[in-house]
């Protein structure tokens, strides 16, 4: 049910939210899928650092924060 709700055309934009901040800086949330048994923990902080780093790097914006949002698992 989830994948195929990210599937779909209206879905397209929900899986990345960019706030910009009145200090200038920005916020990012994400909305992922992990397939069972991912160290959520070790998965989410690797996403975090990672975004955070080629955000500020490609853009020179400083970020925040970064969100990550578990939405779903993947079993099998």
Known sequence: D???H???KEAMSKGV???YNEDGT???RLHIIVEHGVNITAACRS???EVRYIVH???GAEVRNVDVCID???IG
Request: no cysteine.
């Open 2 to 4: 989830g994948l195929v």
């Open 6 to 8: 990210l599937l779909r």
């Open 17 to 19: 939210q960019v706030t």
């Open 26 to 28: 920005v916020s990012i």
């Open 47 to 49: 996403i975090m650092s």
């Open 57 to 59: 790097r490609t853009t």
């Open 72 to 74: 779903s698992m993947v």
